[in-house]
């Protein structure tokens, strides 16, 4: 008896697969079309900071740079040739000191022949003093005509006048030898000896030799443009800027590598015309160097303080968002939901905003968060956070930091 056997067609095994790949799909597309689950959206949290006014001392930056305050030609007076080189270039030197020695026997000549020739102009007087000496008696008894006494009497003015003109000869042969020797007129930094030994110099074409710099007091030098001086001029004016007593600024220095020159300076000169040049207004301060820090040319910052803002607001820099038009905060009411306030800003200040217009006292402003708010969104003001502890504080926890001016800002001659 033959066992019985089952056998599958392959169509029905293709058919069973297709339907379960189709049952698959059906369960992937009912998953996906599942609604997610949406978190339950929570008040935005911020910061917010109230509107005080204060009197703000305000700074201003300028790019300087400084200047001796007394910068001499050393120059060849007399022509000749220059013998020798007495000081060390780029040293200091000082009133008095010898610089350089000119070949001086040319003129240790010159000044013996003008004793020569005051010698022979003096004997001459002399001579012309005994005649008339004898002339005038016997012209009073008439034993000699008034001719004679006039020729007596010319000729002793005469040789008087030439005893003066030889006198002037030796004098200037005498400035002519003391100028073989050049001497230093000031305390200061010497230049490089812009001739050598052996040269022959003259009093102008190649009579400089070297420069003198005195370095104490220094003057630094810095513009004012035309717009920022009147555009300071117009908020003195209104009131929104103060300048001090007397212009009585002081002025700072800030050295290439960020360090502050330790002496303080005041201006001292302020150009009465614009340069026609640039279009700029020339300011000078002036700072005791006693120790030779700084020297001439040096590019340094400015930084000029005395001014103050009164009744100035303050809000933090990240405070102010900028829109299509103009410039805007988030205020917040007190129902703790925020209202977009357009405001005028101001310069910086450090890391704060000067705001000119469209906030007023005791109104709060939202400082951090405010790129989330939207308009009548309910806030969750929180605290601020706390400022991360400065590094290397000194001693007893406490950190001292300085606020940064506004930089390129002008101040001073704007009355």
């Known amino acids: 008896m033959k066992s019985a056997s089952l056998s599958i067609s392959p169509s029905r095994v293709r058919s069973t697969r297709a339907c379960l790949v189709l049952a698959a799909l059906a369960l992937c597309l009912t998953a996906c079309h599942k609604a997610p689950t949406?978190?339950?959206?929570?008040?935005?949290?911020?910061?917010?900071?109230?509107?005080?006014?204060?009197?703000?001392?305000?700074d201003f930056e300028f790019t300087a740079q400084t200047q001796s305050s007394r910068e001499v030609e050393i120059r060849a007076r007399v022509d000749g040739f220059l013998d020798k080189r007495l000081y060390t270039e780029g040293q200091m030197v000082h009133t008095g000191q010898t610089l350089f020695l000119m070949d001086?026997?040319?003129?240790?000549?010159?000044?013996?022949?003008?004793?020569?020739?005051?010698?022979?102009?003096?004997?001459r007087l002399t001579v012309a003093k005994a005649n008339l000496a004898r002339v005038i008696p016997l012209a009073a008894q008439n034993a000699l005509s008034q001719k004679d006494l006039d020729d007596a009497t010319?000729?002793?003015?005469?040789?008087?006048?030439?005893?003066?003109?030889?006198?002037?000869?030796?004098?200037?042969?005498?400035?002519?030898?003391?100028?073989?020797t050049i001497k230093s007129p000031l305390n200061g930094l010497s230049s490089f000896a812009r001739q050598q030994d052996g040269s022959f110099v003259t009093a102008s074409a190649s009579g400089?030799?070297?420069?003198?710099?005195?370095?104490d007091p220094m003057w630094v030098n810095f513009s004012i443009s035309e717009n920022e001086l009147l555009r300071y001029r117009d908020e003195v004016e209104k009131g929104h800027l103060r300048f001090p007593a007397n212009n009585d600024f002081e002025v700072t220095l800030i050295m290439a590598d960020g360090s502050e020159f330790p002496n303080h300076g005041h201006i001292n000169f302020m150009n009465p015309a614009f340069s026609t040049e640039t279009g700029t207004f020339l300011v000078r301060a002036s700072f005791a160097n006693a120790q030779g820090t700084l020297?001439?040319?040096?590019?340094?910052?400015?930084?000029?303080?005395?001014?103050s803002r009164p009744n100035a607001i303050l809000v933090p820099q990240r405070s102010v968002l900028q829109g299509a038009k103009s410039h805007f905060v988030w205020v917040v009411d007190n129902d703790s939901k925020a209202h977009q306030r357009v405001v005028e800003v101001g310069e910086w200040h450090g890391d704060d905003w000067f705001i000119t217009q469209g906030l007023q006292p005791g109104e709060r402003v939202v400082v951090d968060g405010a790129i989330r708010v939207a308009a009548d969104v309910p806030l969750k003001i929180v605290a601020a956070p706390a400022a991360p502890a400065a590094l290397n504080a000194p001693a007893g926890g406490k950190s001292s930091s300085k606020e940064s001016p506004p930089a390129a800002t002008a101040t001073t001659a704007a009355q």
């Not at 010319?154 to 073989?180: D, F, H, M, P, R």
């Not at 400089?208 to 710099?213: A, D, E, K, V």
């Open 104 to 123: 001086s026997k040319p003129f240790d000549a010159a000044l013996q022949t003008a004793k020569g020739q005051l010698a022979q102009q003096q004997a």
């Open 38 to 58: 949406l978190p339950t959206a929570g008040p935005i949290e911020v910061t917010v900071m109230p509107v005080k006014q204060a009197d703000t001392p305000v």
């Open 295 to 307: 020297r001439p040319g040096q590019f340094v910052k400015a930084r000029v303080s005395g001014a």
């Open 154 to 180: 010319g000729n002793e003015k005469q040789a008087a006048a030439a005893v003066i003109a030889a006198q002037g000869q030796v004098q200037t042969a005498q400035l002519n030898l003391s100028y073989t």
């Open 208 to 215: 400089l030799l070297t420069y003198i710099y005195q370095l």
